[in-house]
């Protein structure tokens, strides 16, 4: 330990690898006791972080850690190595001194070496089956020598310093043929060590003789020539242990080999034994063939970010004894019944999440995740179809609540593709998983490849299902949400008033459906300028969801915030002020700090400040919004538009015109990229760049961006729309002042330009 000290404090970098690329040597032996030391002398006080990266992504559970810190890093598309620096920083500001970093078990660190952190604070330590490229430091590590490898086995039997002649000093000649059998291997001495402790009769020649005579069952276990000598003799004291074995016991390490290689909640194991109980599963796990495979590993709970450490214990499977009890697993003949219980059991978890995912949910569910994956990728065949489908939806919701995309996409289209292929392209389970893929894409602003997915599945469930029941009325809702977003609104409308007619009929004027479609209504009449239709719908909406859901439910939030707009929009800022402040308040409680949704609220936070004038406490209030869209949502978001625009109309209104500008043109190549060249907003982004060039005095400019969005909202909203209207008096205020400068004659002979002028020169 003294040496691979050594090596951490020279370099950032190490790796305990195997010289020969075999199991069982001990490289996460010495880690972890390298990391319990080290803990407890405090050496590295901004604590310590165990992760298994085998089996399970790095950047996910980097994020999971960060985020029981208080830390919500950045999450753009492209970018995942800068999300995770972020992690590390913030981590690094919270703490001081060095912080260790363990990856037991690197099988590729071409893959994790982005994803380490840069800042020289964070030493890093691996284990690894092979050499590790530079600029890693190795600590290679063979096997025992004769001399620490009888210690190993002094000290696992029992023999005590200080009790006079031991049992293998005793026998001293059979002790080494053991080691030397045993290919001096720290894991299979150790087996063997354990079990002479427990059978204190035995003589370590009779040992020999036992060992010699087991043959390798579980060929999991030889993965080349090379290194089937090297794990004879672990192998062969696997066998003598599971020998040892009774029934019940051997169940319960068949059933282990299911579960992820990464840390086991224990109350998922016992629920995937419904017939036992509690003091059968403490009687199996105290067989020492269970003991030493369950390595104590723990996972940090931290309360005091300065004061971080390694507590709570977890359990991890040993890889080597996890492929044994796997190996076993195919002889056993309730092994369906076991890997069906476990994967009912972790669907039964997949189904508690719901689709909006809070800190809450992603804190209780973490440890159930690596479990999930295997479920989804192994066994959901051994499910009924409609259960079969929910690993990959808990495990897409949970990767879209962290702004994962990629991952909430990829499980996203293993759900629609299996539904697809085990229910059939029309069944309703088959719509579902469409409406789902829609949802993600929507919120992504992939709305063109949203929209066939809503058609198709509203097409499915009206077909199926008929033009009355929830699921269509919520396939019609989905697809209404999208035309709006698109700007759509005619289109919008009729899908509304059928999803709310159909939610009232079949579920209930007071329920959740009801509320969503109610609220989704009343945001489209407000888009629509139809405010005192609007006001009612919001008004029934949030009572319902307030009375079904709670007061500080993330569907409660959403009413606040949307009634709360259309309260600015009518002018009414006393009354929409508390609504946006309470809607920030659960959405930063609930979904964190740097969730979208809280984004959306800190914006229309401070497009109400910007209207009251009040410019100091709206500009950090925009910042930070965008700031939260670039990197959870993406540069080229329309919601990132959105917040570049409102951003550079508060510059623009404090007299910031050089600082506006580059925002307004981001916004608009944005718009016209994202939602088209004829979207409402990108007429919004139009009129706004037009009204800087105006103020600035350059009419020149100015004149045809208000031309394009005048075509774009008569087109989409009509004529006497209030929008329409708005950006109509500021092209003829445009046109004025450009008369009144001397400019007029540098404008273009557009029909609708030269018919004002020629009436403004009349009429002044």
């Given at each position: ?149 009888l210690n190993l086995l002094r000290l696992t039997a029992g023999d005590l310093p200080g009790n006079g002649l031991g049992r293998i000093d005793a026998q001293l000649e059979d002790a080494q043929a053991l080691c030397q059998w045993l290919d001096y291997l720290p894991l299979g001495i150790e087996l063997v060590g354990r079990y002479l402790r427990r059978k204190r009769a035995l003589s370590l020649a009779e040992m ?305 459906n009801t509320a969503a479609t109610l609220n989704n209504l009343a945001e489209l009449y407000r888009a629509m300028g139809r405010y005192p239709e609007a006001e009612p719908f919001y008004v029934r909406s949030l009572s319902i969801r307030e009375q079904q859901l709670g007061a500080d439910h993330p569907a409660t939030a959403q009413s606040l915030n949307n009634q709360a707009l259309l309260y600015d929009a009518m ?68 919601n990132t538009a959105m917040s570049l625009n409102n951003l550079a109309a508060l510059y623009e209104a404090m007299g910031r015109y050089p600082e506006a500008e580059p925002f307004y043109v981001r916004s608009l190549a944005i718009m016209e990229q994202q939602l088209g060249a004829d979207h409402s907003h990108t007429a919004t982004s139009l009129n706004n760049l037009a009204a800087l060039y105006r103020a600035t ?68």
């Open positions: 330990m003294q040496q691979l000290h050594g090596l951490l404090q020279d370099g950032s970098r190490v790796a305990i690898a195997a010289a020969s690329g075999m199991g069982g040597i001990g490289k996460t032996e010495l880690a972890w006791q390298y990391a319990t030391f080290h803990r407890d002398c405090n050496t590295y006080p901004a604590g310590i972080w165990w992760l298994f990266v085998r089996e399970i992504d790095l950047a996910p559970q980097v994020l999971q850690k960060a985020l029981r810190m208080g830390i919500e890093p950045p999450d753009t598309l492209d970018n995942l190595e800068e999300r995770l620096q972020f992690c590390y920083e913030e981590w690094a500001k919270k703490t001081s001194g060095n912080a260790l970093l363990v990856l037991d078990d690197v099988s590729d660190y071409r893959a994790v070496q982005p994803l380490l952190p840069r800042n020289p604070r964070f030493k890093v330590l691996l284990t690894a089956r092979q050499i590790l490229p530079s600029p890693v430091g190795c600590l290679p590590l063979k096997v025992l020598k004769p001399e620490a490898a020999l003789q036992r060992l010699q005579s087991q043959r390798l069952e579980a060929r999991a276990l030889q993965e080349a020539e090379a290194g089937m000598t090297a794990r004879r003799g672990v192998a062969a004291a696997f066998e003598l242990s599971w020998a040892e074995l009774k029934p019940p016991a051997r169940t319960l390490g068949c059933l282990l080999s299911v579960f992820a290689l990464a840390p086991i909640p224990w109350e998922l194991v016992a629920e995937c034994l419904p017939g036992w109980d509690e003091e059968d599963l403490e009687d199996c796990r105290d067989y020492e063939l269970l003991e030493q495979s369950l390595l104590s590993l723990v996972e940090d709970e931290i309360s005091d970010p300065a004061q971080s450490g390694l507590v709570q214990p977890r359990y991890q499977l040993h890889a080597l004894i996890r492929e044994f009890f796997a190996a076993k697993l195919q002889g056993q003949a309730d092994a369906e019944i076991l890997r069906s219980n476990f994967a009912v059991v972790l669907t039964a978890v997949a189904k508690t999440i719901p689709q909006t995912v809070t800190l809450e949910v992603q804190e209780r569910v973490k440890e159930a995740l690596p479990h999930l994956e295997v479920v989804a990728e192994q066994w959901s065949h051994l499910l009924e179809d409609s259960d079969a489908t929910w690993s990959s939806i808990g495990l897409a919701r949970v990767a879209q609540g962290q702004s994962l995309w990629a991952e909430a996409e990829n499980w996203s289209k293993a759900c629609l593709q299996m539904t697809e292929k085990r229910c059939g392209a029309e069944h309703p389970d088959t719509a579902s998983s469409l409406n789902n893929l829609a949802l993600l894409y929507r919120a992504m602003g992939r709305y063109p490849e949203a929209e066939p997915l809503y058609l198709r599945s509203l097409s499915i469930d009206e077909q199926q299902l008929g033009a009355d029941h929830p699921d269509t009325a919520m396939s019609l809702n989905n697809l209404a949400v999208l035309y709006y977003a698109m700007g759509r609104y005619p289109e919008a409308e009729p899908l509304y008033l059928r999803s709310l007619s159909i939610d009232e009929q079949q579920l209930g004027a007071d329920h959740p002018g009414r800022y006393a009354e929409a002020e508390p609504l946006y402040l309470r809607s920030l308040a659960i959405r930063e409680q609930k979904l964190g700090a740097e969730h979208p949704y809280t984004a959306t609220s800190l914006n229309n936070l401070a497009e109400l400040y910007r209207a009251m004038g009040r410019y100091p406490e709206a500009e950090p209030f925009y910042v930070r919004s965008l700031a939260i869209m670039e990197q959870q949502l993406g540069a080229n978001h329309p005095g350059c009419y020149p400019e100015a004149e045809p961006l208000y031309l394009r969005a005048l075509e774009i909202l008569f087109n989409r909203l009509g004529e006497n729309h209030h929008n329409t209207q708005k950006v109509w008096r500021n092209f003829i205020d445009c046109l004025r002042e450009a008369m009144s400068a001397g400019q007029d004659s540098q404008l273009s002979q557009h029909p609708t330009t030269q018919a004002m002028l020629q009436q403004l020169r009349e009429t002044e």
